[in-house]
């Protein structure tokens, strides 16, 4: 798939949205429905004159033709329609870049000294947190008693031994147990604001703080908790 990118909106999208499967699977069809026609004409040219074809049978022959030509048709009508879809989407997607979502993922950037996280625990807990750079080095930790419900966790770039992490993507790990020592459930979310949006996997991803997250994954829009 052909696929182009738009600076102006940070929106990637398909030029061309047939694949190559559906490609042959049309060259396939339309093969085979000029071998049906070449296989009919011949059996007509070639039937005995004083035993012709029966007609119930060149009636379903004809039929199975102006099936098989209306299969291609269709093919090529859903095409267009899948084309012309994508196109629209692409265009929707355009009025989340600029807005603050929160999605589910642990990847976001820090920039200009600020990065944010939001994690939910399903009870009262002592949790570890983590951030590590983009090696999977850890570059701070903290632990901190939470309660129940929807954390935030904000870091502003500064190492545990007392350095500054300069900007790019970090990666938030939590670890979280209760007061028996049984591990809390940990669901962890990114926030950040929208700057741009990918299809050229086919699938729409929204490109926050560095990472890309299915569309499907945000669960809050213009807000950060």
């Known amino acids: 798939m052909t696929t182009t990118s738009s600076s102006t909106y940070g929106v990637t999208v398909p030029t061309d949205t047939t694949t ?3 490609t042959k699977d049309m060259s396939a069809l339309s093969g085979n429905y000029t071998m049906f026609l070449q296989l009919l004409t011949t059996q007509l040219q070639n039937q005995d004159p004083t035993s012709p074809m029966d007609s119930n049978q060149f009636t379903q022959q004809l039929v199975q033709y102006s099936q098989v030509e209306q299969q291609i048709k269709q093919n090529a009508t859903l095409t267009t329609i899948a084309s012309s879809l994508s196109v629209a989407n692409a265009t929707q997607m355009l009025n989340y870049i600029g807005q603050t979502v929160t999605a589910d993922g642990t990847k976001t950037t820090l920039q200009n000294g600020s990065a944010e996280w939001s994690f939910t625990l399903d009870k009262a807990s002592d949790a570890t947190i983590n951030v590590l750079d983009s090696s999977g080095n850890v ?87």
């Open 139 to 225: 570059v701070y930790t903290q632990s901190t008693a939470y309660g129940s419900g929807i954390q935030t966790f904000n870091w502003n770039g500064s190492e545990t031994g007392g350095s500054t992490a300069p900007d790019g993507t970090y990666t938030l790990q939590v670890a979280a147990k209760d007061s028996t020592g049984k591990a809390a459930k940990v669901t962890q979310s990114i926030n950040g604001k929208v700057t741009g949006v990918d299809f050229s996997s086919g699938q729409p991803y929204l490109e926050v703080g560095g990472s890309k997250v299915s569309l499907w994954s945000v669960s809050a829009i213009g807000s950060t908790t």
């Open 20 to 22: 190559s499967t559906s």
